[in-house]
């Protein structure tokens, strides 16, 4: 194995796989997509488990003129971003299986096949892995920028009716930020040609001392980035936009994978590479994130749409990711990264669900719905038990990673945290008036007419994964918890900051 490029396999799975889907067409596409999402399945989780015991790393020159290198590794949140990628995509192509009807879903017809709906799926998947493996800046970049094609495609060719201008939206944002971007990674190639050999390696940058202005304008740009791919407020608003337009599994990538390179980069990045600064923005920094929980909680408070509700959930969600991470915690930075995986999943549950509904009724809107759980009592549970997990129920992952987010930040960010607590209160608010809006109550003329079936077994094969994922972490978050650990134990030595001893503020 040692002499296997693993994860280089594991990157271009997907990504020929994509190709392949492209030529065939028809149901044997769709099935060819979905054979290769669970052969990259497979391969991942071998990749996870192997890489606990192992060095997969794989470093080889490729532009030695400017210091650029092919250079792929793992560390624990790595890890844990590569499990939820390849876990999620087969659970999407299952859920949008009968994507080439788009009577199911109340959508515009689809421009494309779903081979082509597979193939852009997977291509994401790809360039996604490769952004979460990538251990050299421009090659990270290039992949972090591959990633906007295949989305932008998933939101264009199927989807609402303004999802051409959702999709437009998406695109501006994030090449906004992505610009930004460029200016700093050639920044970095200043940096280190200065301290005598240009290198893009991230161990390379990471060894200079860089400080001063520079080093604030570097991590300005990578966090810019990284702040409209989270998404923080206020550059957020593309999220709801696209997340109403797209189609539930196309929202899902999205939530689950693509927006949490936001938050890997502020770790990897902001934190990795530029630590006086990242001291430096952080009373900036967690004041957005707490906007961003409160703002992103009352935002869901006043949906009428379902897909927006739990869009601006996940910006209240991200916001306590952020706060984690520029807290400066061991405990914090830890439940950051497990958040990041819980919330993959939750999110997941809650958009593919609401998906169910859209299928039926032709509409997410909330105003169309009432009384659903006495002719689909199935499908209201499966909402409910998606729904108490994005609140952040006990027992759940998503309360796992809060609870270790606040409890790690109070010692540095006390007064965030006092804050942040009112998010938690307001998400069980949005979650159980969606709740009783849409299922409880008598059965509306709308539903009955629209609402004819329970969740079929497909559909149940798509969300039991997500919700047993949930308990077991919820239950026995431990060994995810040593998979994280690493990560911010290496974090907090490298931005030289210690854990406060108990009873005292602050960290130094």
Not at 240 to 264: N, R, S
Not at 389 to 395: R, V
Not at 431 to 444: C, P, S
Request: glycine content about 10%; aromatic content about 12%; overall charge neutral.
């Amino acid at each position: 194995m040692d002499n296997v490029p693993m994860l280089t396999i594991l990157g271009l799975l997907p990504l020929i796989g994509a190709l392949l889907a492209f030529v065939v067409r028809g149901k044997a596409g769709r099935q060819l997509a979905m054979a290769v999402a669970l052969i990259t399945l497979v391969f991942g989780l071998v990749v996870f488990f192997g890489s606990a015991d192992s060095d997969l790393a794989e470093t080889v020159s490729w532009i030695p003129q400017i210091g650029a290198w092919y250079a792929l590794s793992l560390d624990g949140m790595g890890r844990a971003m590569v499990l939820l990628t390849v876990i999620l995509l087969p659970i999407v192509l299952l859920a949008e299986w009968r994507i080439d009807d788009s009577k199911i879903f109340g959508f515009e017809q689809p421009r494309w096949g779903s081979n082509v709906f597979g193939g852009f799926a997977l291509l994401l998947e790809g360039f996604a892995l490769f952004v979460f493996m990538s251990a050299d800046v421009l090659l990270f970049y290039l992949f972090f920028e591959a990633t906007l094609i295949p989305m932008f495609f998933l939101v264009q060719g199927w989807g609402g009716t303004n999802r051409g201008r959702a999709a437009m939206k998406f695109l501006l944002y994030s090449l906004a930020g992505g610009l930004v971007m460029l200016f700093a990674v050639i920044g970095v190639y200043v940096v280190t040609a200065r301290a005598g050999q240009p290198s893009f390696l991230i161990s390379d940058v990471a060894g200079i001392s860089i400080g001063g202005t520079l080093e604030q304008f570097l991590f300005i740009g990578f966090f810019v980035a990284f702040a409209v791919k989270a998404p923080m407020v206020p550059v957020h608003s593309w999220l709801p936009d696209t997340a109403e337009q797209a189609t539930p599994g196309a929202t899902t990538l999205l939530v689950g994978v693509l927006d949490k390179i936001g938050t890997f980069g502020m770790i990897r990045f902001c934190l990795g590479l530029f630590p006086n600064a990242s001291a430096w923005a952080t009373p900036l920094v967690i004041f957005l994130a707490v906007v961003s929980v409160i703002y992103g909680a009352l935002m869901a408070i006043s949906s009428k749409n379902l897909l927006r509700l739990v869009a601006y959930t996940s910006v209240s969600h991200f916001g306590f990711m952020v706060l984690g991470i520029f807290a400066f915690t061991t405990a914090s930075v830890t439940g950051s990264i497990f958040y990041m995986l819980a919330h993959g999943f939750s999110s997941a549950a809650m958009f593919l669900v609401v998906g169910f509904l859209l299928n039926r009724r032709g509409t997410a809107e909330i105003a169309a719905f009432g009384g659903v759980q006495k002719v689909a009592p199935v499908l209201a549970g499966v909402f409910l038990v998606s729904g108490l997990a994005t609140l952040g129920l006990p027992g759940t992952a998503n309360f796992v990673g809060e609870f270790t987010i606040m409890i790690g930040a109070w010692p540095t960010q006390p007064v965030a945290v006092a804050v942040a607590v009112l998010g938690t209160v307001l998400a069980a608010v949005y979650v159980l008036w969606a709740y009783q809006r849409v299922f409880t109550g008598e059965v509306t003329e709308q539903t009955e007419q629209h609402i004819t079936s329970d969740l079929a077994p497909r559909e149940k094969l798509v969300v039991a994964p997500l919700i047993a994922l949930l308990l077991v972490f919820g239950f026995v978050p431990q060994p995810m918890i040593e998979v994280a650990t690493p990560t911010a134990q290496a974090t907090m030595t490298h931005v030289g900051m210690s854990d406060p001893q108990p009873g005292s503020m602050g960290g130094k």
